[in-house]
T-cell receptor, first 115, second 114 residues
């Protein structure tokens, strides 16, 4: 079974530029998550989708971050414009839905450096 | 709100020695508890989880963890560390009431010396 795919793996941009990350979850997984992992910290949930609807985006900086999952499969996270403090690894995860708990499977992440 | 504290930022152990990584959580009820491992350039891999029942849980790669409600702790242990265990370890808490959301600790970097 293929895992969660993310691209690109690395991205370097200058502040005020825009950037987009792509995630393809495990086939059949209804729930998709984007996490931000700043160096020296644990991952922090930015947004959670169930199919193509947003379940939780309470920690997403909506003035500059946006995310979509139009067909309920793959997803794109965008930052526009980027700030220095956005330098981090952006992790995508997916899980099946239903049941009392569903294990989240993580992709390798995209490492963003903002100069 | 849920929170997780991992008091040790770095730990160094000798190969073959025992290991214990500490994790304390804050949550009103009994949460779901997890340990993940992250090797450089890799995503997070689930080592083990606790939902209910036996408070000592076994995971992959020879790891185990013990849930202690009275101490709000979920410490990770391994009796004999291998050089390949060098990585960063994250404790996380989740609750169904929070919609499958995970809250992570800041992580502990494990170094193994030969």
């Amino acid at each position: 079974e293929a895992g969660v795919a993310q691209s690109p793996r690395y991205k370097i941009i200058e502040k005020r530029q825009s950037v987009a990350f792509w995630c393809n979850p495990i086939s059949g997984h209804a729930t998709l998550y984007w996490y931000q992992q700043i160096l020296g910290q644990g991952p922090k949930l930015l947004i959670q989708f169930q199919n193509n609807g947003v379940v939780d985006d309470s920690q997403l900086p909506k003035d500059r971050f946006s995310a979509e999952r139009l067909k309920g499969v793959d997803s794109t996270l965008k930052i526009q414009p980027a700030k220095l403090e956005d330098s981090a690894v952006y992790l995508c995860a997916s899980s099946s839905a239903g049941g009392s708990w569903n294990e989240q499977f993580f992709g390798p992440g995209t490492r963003l450096t903002v100069l | 709100a849920q929170s997780v504290t991992q008091p040790d930022i770095h730990i160094t152990v000798s190969e073959g020695a025992s290991l214990e990584l500490r994790c304390n959580y804050s949550y009103g009820a009994t949460p779901y508890l997890f340990w993940y491992v992250q090797s450089p350039g890799q995503g997070l891999q689930l080592l083990l989880k606790y939902f209910s029942g036996d408070t000592l849980v076994q995971g992959i790669k020879g790891f185990e963890a013990e849930f202690k409600r009275s101490q709000s702790s979920f410490n990770l242990r391994k009796p004999s560390v291998h050089w390949s265990d060098a990585a960063e370890y994250f404790c996380a808490v989740g609750a169904r009431e929070y919609g499958n959301k995970l809250v992570f600790g800041a992580g502990t970097i494990l170094r193994v010396k030969s």
